[in-house]
């Protein structure tokens, strides 16, 4: 059966992964957001966000790439029309996932302490951010189990009810920080920063609940685990082994951009957790055409419908392009507005002002390493993902970042190296997807 390429279908699937995805950072932002407008310590207690926010962000990207690794192989069986030989795989992927996640608590937790000074954090913004993670590390599982299950939706073609999902749990986050942070008179004492974490906690708890809901009613799918093993679960654990390696590396670029941004002193750590998280956004929003490729991808390689793939691509970037540009062009418009809603303190508008033009900037060249990217995990090329992010990594970003910090350049540093490392994650996998998959568009 022919796959559907046009504007309308893919935009069908794009839209509501982007809604779906936008909610992962709008998590953050809404921390953030409300955390920085705080009355005792804001400048602290969004700097402990900040970092704390790394770290998770961190964990989630190392093991939550089950979402990429499940999509990818049952849309490629869904592509050959043999998706009852991996029905069973999606539940064996999550019990491994979760049994990790409990894992990492379980090591974590204790040492939440030594971990954060590894950040360069101290005094105040130490004990902040060791009270914020506490929390919030309880719902590492449950974002990990969402994730796999979002996984299994986009591999099915269907990125609809994720999009339901991650609107409720966006949305009750929002009410819950608002009510949790700042308390209400007689009824709800002010959590500051801690209500901030378990507004976050009970939002990852929600999400999965309703993701366990409509995967059992809306799909063939079942979450009972049954053994013995899917014989696919082997190219799994080696998509996922490459994708752990690769998003370590990624988690290299983050760490050196937020230790670094720390170490320059208080208001350069609060500017850099504003931007970043404005960063993620423009990236996730972006995502939604990046997951739409991974959908389709998988699905057309399956298929063995390699012209439609190169057509798909094209269509893709063309739409990522407009799309980044979009995004800078509205960041632009209101650029002073923006970062009055996340803080009012001046020194940290001042350092946030002087490099949010180089987030926006970026936002082009993101459209097409996310792309690329999302197209290649949908073909379950994972092995040029990690080696091409391991490259960018120690090859471009580290070098960049090191030798622009000793001009003492600051956070000017920091994102002229993230501007460097987006590009060479980016134009090599143009060149690699065509070169490989031109000669077999012109065989069939």
Same mark, same amino acid.
């Given at each position: 059966?022919?796959?559907n ?32 407008n705080?009355?005792?310590n804001?400048?602290?207690s969004?700097?402990a966000v ?5 770290f998770? @962000?961190m964990l ?7 979402? @990429?690794?499940i999509?990818?192989i ?17 539940a064996?992927?999550?019990f491994?996932?979760?049994s ?5 608590i379980?090591?974590? #937790? ?6 954060f000074? %590894?950040y ?7 004990d902040?951010s060791v ?13 990990l ?11 099915l073609?269907?990125t609809? #009810?994720?999009m ?13 920080d608002?009510?949790?942070?700042y ?10 920063i801690?209500?901030?974490?378990y507004?976050s906690?009970v939002?990852?708890?929600l ?7 409509y ?6 799918? @079942?979450l009972k685990?049954?053994l013995?093993f899917?014989?696919?679960?082997k ?8 994708l752990f ?5 990624l988690?290299?670029t983050l ?11 208080k ?7 504003i ?5 993620f956004?423009g990236a996730?929003i972006?995502?939604?055409?990046? @997951?739409?490729?991974?959908i ?5 390689l399956g298929?063995k419908?390699y012209?439609k793939?190169?057509t798909?691509?094209?269509k893709?970037?063309?739409y ?6 979009? +995004?800078a +062009?509205?960041?632009?418009? /209101? #650029? #002073?507005?923006?970062?009055t809603?996340?803080?009012?303190e001046?020194?940290?508008?001042k ?10 900037a970026?936002?082009?060249f993101?459209?097409?390493a ?14 040029d993902?990690?080696?091409? %992010?391991l ?5 471009v970003?580290?070098?960049?970042? /090191?030798w622009?910090d ?8 920091i994102?002229?190296?993230f501007?460097?490392w987006?590009?060479?994650?980016g ?8 070169k490989?998959?031109?000669? +077999?568009?012109q065989?069939?």
């Open positions: 059966m022919s796959t390429i046009s504007f309308k279908h893919i935009n069908k699937l794009a839209i509501p992964a982007l809604i779906a995805g936008v909610s992962e950072p709008i998590l953050s932002l809404t921390d953030t957001a409300i955390v920085g705080v009355d005792i804001a400048t602290e969004l700097a900040g970092i704390v926010g790394a998770i @962000s989630i990207w190392v093991f939550g790439q089950t979402r @990429s690794a999509s990818s049952v849309s490629q069986y869904v592509g050959a029309n043999n998706l009852d030989k991996v029905k069973n795989l999606p064996q992927a999550i491994i996932i979760t990790i996640s409990i894992l990492i379980l090591v974590s #937790y204790p040492f939440a302490e030594q971990i000074k %590894l360069n954090a101290s005094n105040l913004i130490l902040y009270a914020y993670y506490q929390i919030r590390v309880f719902g590492f599982p449950f974002t189990f969402t994730i796999a299950v979002f996984g299994t939706f986009r591999g073609q269907n609809y #009810y994720p339901i999902i991650a609107i409720v749990g966006a949305a009750s986050n929002i009410v819950l608002v009510v949790l942070v308390g209400i008179k007689g009824y709800v004492p002010a959590m500051h801690q209500g901030a974490a507004a906690l939002a990852q708890v999400m999965a609940a309703l993701s366990a809901y995967l059992l009613k809306k799909t063939p799918i @079942s685990l049954m013995p899917n014989k696919e679960i190219r799994f654990t080696v998509m996922i082994f490459n390696v690769r998003t370590l590396a988690n290299v760490y050196f951009a937020s230790a670094f941004s720390t170490s320059y002193g208001q350069y750590i609060a500017a850099y957790t931007a970043i998280n404005l960063w956004l996730f972006i995502d939604g055409y990046a @997951s739409a490729g991974n389709l991808s998988g699905k057309l298929g419908e012209g793939l190169i798909l691509s094209n893709l970037i063309r990522g392009v407009y799309l980044g540009v979009f +995004l +062009l509205l960041g632009s418009l /209101f #650029y #002073y507005f923006i970062g809603v996340f803080t009012k001046p020194e940290v508008l350092e946030f002002y002087n490099i949010f033009w180089m987030v926006l970026m936002q082009p993101c459209a097409i996310f792309i690329f990217d999302g197209m290649f995990k949908g073909l379950g090329k994972m092995k993902l990690r080696n091409l %992010l490259f960018s990594t120690f090859f970003f580290v070098p960049i970042l /090191f622009l000793s001009l003492d350049l600051k956070l000017y540093a994102f002229i190296a501007t460097c987006i590009m060479a994650r134009f090599p996998l143009i060149i690699k997807f065509r490989e998959f031109l000669p +077999l568009s065989k069939h």
